[in-house]
Structures are given as C-alpha cells and as structure tokens.
C-alpha cells in the first residue's frame, strides 16, 4: 500500500477571516505590528501596539463546525470567565496570566486583547539554555502552582471523575477521526503497531473506561489551568529558577491560554500535559511523524526527530515528588503514578483528533500528525491494560518501562510508507518561526 493514509475528504473547516484582523484591529483602536501565526485552535494571534504604546495581543477565534471541544468558540469566551473565577479564588495564581485589555463578540466570532507576556516559554528555554535550566524553572512554577492553587482549594474527586473528565471525550471525539485516518485503526481492533497486538480505538476508549477507577482516591481542585502544555508557560529572563526565588515570590513567569472552564479540575490532568509535550506533542508539532503501513496491516509509527529526551529523563524521577506536591500521592494509595500514566495515554488518543480540528496547518500534515497520535496512544493504553493485575494489587508501575512503547527505530525502510508530501512540501509548518520570534503570545489567555 502506498501515497496517502486516506482518501481525501472535505477539509472541515475555515480559518478565521482575514477582514476580522482589520475590523477588530480598528475598532479597538490598535496597530498591527504583525502576525503571529495560529495555535491549535484555528485562531488568529496578532501582535499589536495600542493607542498608550503597549503591545498587546490580539486574537480571533470563529464559530466553525467539526471542531474538538476545547477549540470551540465558546471554550475560547470562557477563558476569560475562567481567569475572573481564579482572581476571586486564588488571586496568587491569577496573577501569572496577562490582563485582559479587552473582548470583543461578533455574530460568529470572538476576540480578546490582552498584555504581552515578554519572555521565554519553557519549551524555547530550554532551547536556548539547555533542559536543566527549563527543568529548574518548570520545577519552580509547578511547586506555586501546587502551594497556591492546587492544595489549597483540593477536594476529594467526586465518583465517575475519572471516566466523565478523562475518558468520556474519546467517543465524543471519535468523528473528527473518521475519514481522516486508517478505518481499521478505529474499530475495536486487534491490529498490530510497531509489532505489538493491541485494541483499535473504540477498544481503547473502552480499556480506558475500565481503568479510570484509578481516578477514586484522586482530589479536583480550582481550575489553576487545564491545558498546561509548557509552551503555555512562559519565563523572563530576570527570573532566577536555579535557586527558585522568582517563582516562589510570585513572579519570574506567566501563564497563557487556560482550558476555558469553570470546572473544578485535577492537577494529574495538568501534570500528565506536561509530561505528554515532552514525550511526543512537541516533536510531533515541530518534526512531525513517520507513518507505515506494511504488507499484512501492520502499522509502524515513529517521530521524526526526537529532540526532548534528556529533559523527559529529568522529569520522570521527580513526577512522584510533583505528584506529592500537588497532594495526589497522599490520597492515592500507590495510585498516582497510574493515575498519571492513564491520564497521559488518554491525553494522546484526544489529541489525535484535536489534530484535525487543527486547521492552522494543511490538511495532509493534520491527517499524519492525528494517524500517528492515535497510534502512540493504542500503544500506551495497551501497556497499561497489560500491568491492570498490578493495577489492582496495587504495585507500582515503572514509568520509564511504559513510555518505552514509544520508541521506535526509523521505519522509512519500506516503500509502502504513508508519509504525506505535504509535510516536506510545507517547511513553514514544520519550522514555525512565529513560535521561535514570539513565544509568548501564540496563545495568549482571555
């Protein structure tokens, strides 16, 4: 089998109209300097200067179907509505987001402006300056996350938590995956990755469904952020994680782009964010993925060019530190880790599909990036439903035994590989200047 993993079907979706920059620009009376690309969402972010000197952000998101929950308009409306709720429940926190400016609604869109955080985000820090340095400063904001969010507001989760907030968005999902990818990749399976047996989708939806007892002894708490992927973080240069005052006074960072909801939310759900854009989301988005399919079915997934390993090797012997910090590894009974590892396998299968709702990149490179998200994920959650006796029994997992079904060797030694021209026909999404010129504002908070 070679060319494409699919047929090709309707693009589903339209990014923001380009007259709304000028409109909106205009009506809130502010300069564009430039644009700054779009995040995952189909937003539009633009630099901007306003009528007293200071840049600001603004961004536009529009009402579009077929569009994963989290990248909806009304997700984008309640970032605002979320970052008021922290002020009033942990001011300590509320703080690290940029002040909105301003908000506007039209008929089938929305906008904000808000302050520009000047700086560095965790991912391009630890370009610049290597991955003790990110691990330090990612260390500092995580323990004010835990100290001044997290623990203080901590309840016990309530029953049905795990499958409502971490495996219920799996079939909710599920249409924005067919067409796009391998039909035979969202059955109940079995079929073969990387040659191990593991379930199709619907099979590890429903695997997933029958671990999340794990979530029991877990606690929610205010919604500090719900969707920290470390680009979300973003540090100044004056801020000194080495020795942890910056963070631990209140400021050295900012937070960008909250979840959108007032929910109470469990910090495993943030934390396994963090872990997940170490172990594949950022490479993924920066290198993309190799994707094969040979003769017999199996398929073989790897990504192109690793680049975050020896930071993932220095947060994998502290999640249990982190866990602890956040006040899940007292409640857990031997559970957190577990508890983490499913929220991460979970975290990969949705975003498969929140690759397809993505429309700031071609449709091809988005078919690709979700084919080998969904693959991963089979993987991990399969590992898991192998160790569920030790699950139960309550004996502990070895992280780094389990994230190694991700690694892969390089599978392009077969013709009958499904890689899409696009991703080598488009360097532009691969290289992304906007986010090595402006890290701090490609998805700024409402």
């Not at 500092?140 to 309530?158: F, I």
């Not at 631990?248 to 997940?276: I, M, Q, S």
């Not at 690793?306 to 866990?323: I, T």
Request: charged share 20%; aromatic share 4%; with cysteine.
């Amino acid at each position: 089998m070679t060319g494409p993993v699919t047929d090709p079907v309707a693009d589903p979706g339209t990014v923001t109209r380009p007259d709304l920059v000028g409109e909106v620009s205009e009506r809130l009376d502010v300069r564009v300097l430039g644009m700054l690309g779009r995040g995952g969402s189909g937003a539009s972010s633009v630099l901007t200067r306003c009528a007293g000197g200071e840049q600001a952000v603004l961004k536009i998101v529009s009402a579009r179907p077929n569009v994963a929950d989290g990248h909806d308009i009304e997700s984008f409306r309640g970032k605002a509505r979320q970052v008021a709720h922290l002020r009033r429940v942990v001011p300590d926190i509320a703080r690290h987001y940029p002040p909105l400016l301003a908000a506007l609604d039209g008929p089938d869109w929305s906008a904000t402006l808000t302050s520009y955080a000047p700086g560095l985000d965790l991912v391009a820090l630890a370009a610049r300056d290597g991955s003790a340095a990110a691990h330090d400063a990612l260390r500092a904001v995580w323990r004010r996350l835990c100290a001044h969010g997290y623990l203080p507001t901590g309840q016990p989760a309530p029953a049905g938590h795990g499958v409502r907030d971490f495996c219920d968005r799996l079939p909710r999902r599920r249409h924005l995956l067919a067409g796009n990818v391998p039909e035979a990749l969202l059955g109940t399976g079995p079929v073969v990755v990387n040659g191990r047996s593991v379930a199709g989708f619907d099979g590890a939806a429903a695997t997933a469904g029958t671990l999340a007892w794990v979530f029991d002894s877990s606690l929610v708490a205010a919604p500090v952020h719900g969707d920290l992927n470390l680009r979300n973080i973003v540090v100044t240069d004056r801020a000194d994680f080495s020795v942890a005052a910056s963070a631990e006074d209140g400021t050295g960072f900012a937070l960008l782009d909250p979840r959108g909801t007032l929910a109470r939310w469990n910090p495993v759900y943030d934390l396994a964010k963090v872990l997940f854009t170490l172990t594949l989301f950022d490479d993924l988005m920066e290198g993309g993925a190799r994707v094969e399919q040979r003769p017999g079915g199996e398929f073989r997934v790897s990504l192109r060019a690793p680049r975050h390993r020896d930071w993932q090797a220095r947060l994998v012997p502290d999640l249990g530190r982190m866990l602890d910090q956040a006040g899940i590894a007292g409640r857990a009974a031997g559970l957190a880790v577990p508890q983490l590892l499913l929220a991460h396998a979970t975290h990969v299968l949705a975003e498969s599909a929140c690759r397809i709702s993505d429309i700031g990149q071609p449709l091809p490179v988005r078919r690709q990036n979700a084919t080998a998200l969904l693959l991963f994920g089979l993987l991990l959650v399969a590992d898991l439903a192998d160790h569920a006796d030790a699950l139960g029994g309550g004996r502990e997992l070895s992280v780094p035994d389990h994230l190694s079904v991700l690694d892969h060797p390089a599978v392009l030694d077969h013709p009958a590989v499904l890689d899409h021209p696009a991703v080598l026909d488009h360097p532009a999404v691969l290289d992304h200047p906007a986010v090595l010129d402006h890290p701090a504002v490609l998805e700024p908070p409402a």
